[in-house]
């Protein structure tokens, strides 16, 4: 059974950082391209950031710069650092997993940015 669990969301104040973390079971992880999409409340899901196999990253437009994701294969755990967070960065951050034609989603870690 494939698990994908998100950690290191919170409460930040804007121009802070956090690291997420995402430890995945059940899938082959060096085969699989890995990433982070976001959702806002009253908003849809939309892509952060991911990570091919081979390691090559893409990010959103609104987080270049800001954010950083990577993958440690011998944990089988994906990360997204996240700094100079401003309030719009605000939602559910969810980790995601791409294997032989098949998605698989975490449960979502909460980051909510606000003074």
């Known amino acids: 059974q494939v698990q994908l669990v998100e950690s290191g969301g919170g409460l930040v104040q804007p121009g802070g950082s956090l690291r997420l973390s995402c430890a995945a079971s059940?899938?082959?992880?060096?085969?699989?391209?890995m990433g982070w999409f976001r959702q806002a409340p009253g908003k849809q899901r939309e892509v952060v950031a991911g990570i091919t196999e081979g390691g090559n990253t893409n990010y959103a437009d609104s987080v270049k710069g800001r954010f950083t994701i990577s993958r440690d294969n011998s944990k089988n755990t994906v990360y997204l650092q996240v700094n100079s967070l401003k309030p719009e960065d605000t939602a559910v951050y969810y980790c995601?997993?791409?294997?032989?034609?098949?998605?698989?989603w975490g449960q979502g870690t909460q980051v909510t940015v606000s003074s």
């Open positions: 059940g899938i082959r992880f060096s085969f699989s391209t």
């Open positions: 995601y997993a791409h294997f032989y034609g098949v998605d698989y």
